[in-house]
């Protein structure tokens, strides 16, 4: 039992693998791990950038507490985890697999959305084109039935959770699916591009309107980090 819990970390890895970050590149924002501990990755556009859509106090808040917090609940749960499996106390080791669950998903989950964004004066809103513009067309109709699909996912998500754009490693199409809380896409899907619905993404703002969150946000997708995305995978 020992042995499966304490390949959560590895796994996490391996998420941060699928989701397509690597090491930092010059002006984008990856997540990285430096002696085996998790980093805040920098942003690769200041927090203003993104307004008037997504304000500089939110991105500013979102980044630097937030996903902060994440960072260090990370570190502190994987010390804890190998600390307490080099003491043999694996029932201590267990009890900490939530906590690396929720903090290293929303390590993975922030890493990824923060390359989803743009300012939309550069490479933010419009549509994608290119194979995955082929591919949104083919797997849903059309760009715009896709994105009210997906605005239609994020409203019904019930308390915090994010929405996904994901490639079936499998069969190559795209669908949609959901995850609460921090929980990571794994398993036989690769994400693509995923839309924050927990309050701290949008409330400073826009308050309990959050639907006009989920409209606003499309003018700052980085459509090349999500086509970049969905070629390597």
Known sequence: MA???LRTAPALRGALRASGIRKPAVAMASTSFVRGKATLPDLPYDYGAL??????????LHHAKHHQTYVNGLNS????IAEAESKGEFTKAASVAPLLNFHGGG??????FWENLAPANREG??????????AIDSDFGSFETFRKQMNTALAGIQGSGWAWLVKDKSAGTLGLVTRAN?????GPYVPLLGIDAWEHAYYLQ??????????AI???????????RFEKS
């Not at 008037?52 to 500013?60: A, L, T």
């Not at 390590?107 to 990824?112: D, E, T």
């Open 107 to 112: 390590h993975v989950n922030h890493s990824l």
């Open 206 to 215: 826009y308050q309990n309107r959050k639907a006009e969150y989920f409209e």
């Open 182 to 186: 921090q929980d990571p896409v794994t």
């Open 125 to 134: 809103g419009g549509e994608p084109d290119g194979a995955l513009k082929k």
């Open 3 to 5: 042995s499966t819990l």
């Open 218 to 228: 499309w003018n700052v997708i980085n459509w090349k980090t999500v086509a970049a």
């Open 77 to 80: 749960a994987l010390e804890t």
């Open 51 to 60: 307004e008037p859509y997504i304000s500089g106090k939110i991105m500013e």
